[in-house]
């Protein structure tokens, strides 16, 4: 999906490196699927790979915001039960196409700010009932954890793809 910046050494290459290893599970998992296909529900859940991919997508991009940010990159005071079913849904407009092209874009400034940014730097947590109350977490801890979600989503996107037509991203 992205190109590691040559430049990049040592622990931020082992970090995008990996986290563009589970981008490219991903990736893989939904190759050669039509629209109708990436929005077929395959499980009794309300999954489909369309709307993890969309969701992988826009969760790297909100913890990315973090990374950057903070806690004010995710102000979701304006989210409903509307906009949240949309998240995880393709809307008019959209393809698997488009959020695959959004998802590289949101990808680079992701691997951008995993070279630029101090991975010690840290802000503290969003306030959430899931989150420990006062604790912080680092530029280091952000890419981890979009790393974990990312290859936490990828299995389950495996699952979904095989109920589909039988292909496994791994093995």
């Known amino acids: 999906m992205t190109s590691t910046p040559t430049t990049l050494t040592g622990e931020r290459a082992d970090l995008v490196q990996t986290l563009d290893r589970h981008r490219g599970f991903f990736r893989h998992t939904v190759r050669g699927l039509t629209d109708e296909q990436a929005t077929q ?10 709307g993890l991919l969309k969701h992988v997508a826009h969760t790297e991009q909100k913890w990315a915001d973090f990374a950057e940010r903070g806690a004010p990159a995710f102000d979701v005071s304006n989210w409903g039960v509307e906009a949240w079913k949309a998240e995880w849904s393709l809307q008019p407009g959209e393809t698997l196409a488009s959020v695959l092209a959004e998802y590289e874009e949101i990808a680079r400034r992701t691997d951008e700010l995993a070279a630029t940014l101090d991975l010690d730097s840290a802000h503290p947590l969003p306030e959430a009932p899931w989150f420990q109350k006062g604790a912080s977490w680092s530029v280091r801890r952000t890419l981890l954890h979009i790393i974990a979600e990312t290859a936490q989503h990828a299995g389950h996107a495996d699952i979904l793809r095989e109920a589909i037509d039988g292909q496994k991203t791994m093995g």
Not at 41 to 50: I, K
Request: hydrophobic share 40%; charged share 20%.
């Open 41 to 50: 529900r395959t499980t009794v859940s309300e999954l489909t790979l369309a």
